[in-house]
C-alpha cells in the first residue's frame, strides 16, 4: 500500500532495499561496461538502437534501463527511450572525474566472487578472495590484466576525488603528505606537483598486534 509523502520508509522497506541492493549494483556495473553512458552522450537514445550497438537483447535492455531509471541512473524520455542523468553524466569515460573505472573495478568478478566467499572469511579470518580464485589479490591481477588494469585505473580516480582533501591539509603537516602520497599511485605525481616545498617529515613506527 503506498505511504503518504513524507512518511518514513518502515523497516522492512528499508531491509528490503539492503537485501536487494546488488541488484543495482550489478546493472549499474553491466550498463557502465557495456558503454550505454557513452551511447547516449549526445542524446537520448531507443532501446532498439543502443542494443544493436551494445549486442544486447531490446528488451532486456530495456528492463535493465528501466530499473536503473527508477532510481535515478537514466531517465525515460520517450517509450523505451532513454536519456542520462547527472548520476550517468559521471560515467562517461570522456568527463573529468569518471567514475567508470571505480564502477567497472567494484563489479569486477574479482569483487564478485570474493564477496561471495565472506562467510569463509568470517570463520577462517583470511581473504575470501583465495576461496574464490585460489590466490592472492595481487596474485590474481598479475594473471589477470584486465584486472589489474581496472584496480590502477579505479585508484587514480579515488586519489583525484581525495585530492583536495589532501592538499588542503596546512604546510606544517609535511608528514600526514607524505604518508598519503605513496598511497595515491597514478594520480600522485600530478597531485605531488601542486604541493609547496615542505620540512623534513618524521615518522613515528606503531607496532601492529599480533593476529589472533
Not at 69 to 80: D, F, H, L, N, S
Amino acid at each position: 500500500m503506498p505511504q503518504p509523502a513524507g512518511t518514513p520508509p518502515a523497516p522492512s522497506e528499508i531491509v528490503m532495499q539492503m537485501a536487494t541492493g546488488y541488484w543495482i549494483g550489478r546493472a549499474l556495473y553491466v550498463t557502465t561496461e557495456l558503454g550505454i553512458p557513452d551511447l547516449l552522450a549526445d542524446g537520448p537514445k531507443n532501446c532498439t538502437g543502443l542494443a544493436a550497438s551494445t549486442k544486447t537483447h531490446p528488451l532486456a535492455l530495456y528492463r535493465v534501463l528501466r530499473a536503473l531509471a527508477m532510481v535515478g541512473v537514466y531517465v525515460e524520455t520517450g517509450p523505451r527511450q532513454f536519456g542520462l542523468t547527472p548520476l550517468s553524466e559521471v560515467l562517461r569515460s570522456d568527463v573529468p572525474g569518471s567514475m567508470r573505472p571505480m564502477v567497472l573495478f567494484q563489479g569486477d568478478p574479482l569483487h564478485a566472487a570474493s564477496y561471495g566467499e565472506m562467510r569463509y572469511s568470517l570463520e577462517t579470518s583470511r581473504p575470501a578472495v583465495e576461496k574464490a580464485f585460489g590466490l592472492s589479490v595481487f596474485e590474481y591481477m598479475r594473471q589477470n590484466p584486465e584486472a589489474g588494469t581496472r584496480f590502477n585505473q579505479a585508484m587514480t580516480t579515488h586519489s583525484q576525488m581525495e585530492a583536495g582533501a589532501v592538499l588542503a591539509v596546512p604546510r606544517s603537516h609535511g608528514a600526514i603528505k607524505c604518508a598519503l602520497l605513496p598511497r595515491m599511485d597514478g594520480f600522485a605525481s600530478r597531485l605531488a606537483a601542486n604541493i609547496p616545498p615542505m620540512p623534513p617529515a618524521t615518522s613515528t613506527r606503531v607496532p601492529m598486534p599480533p593476529k589472533s
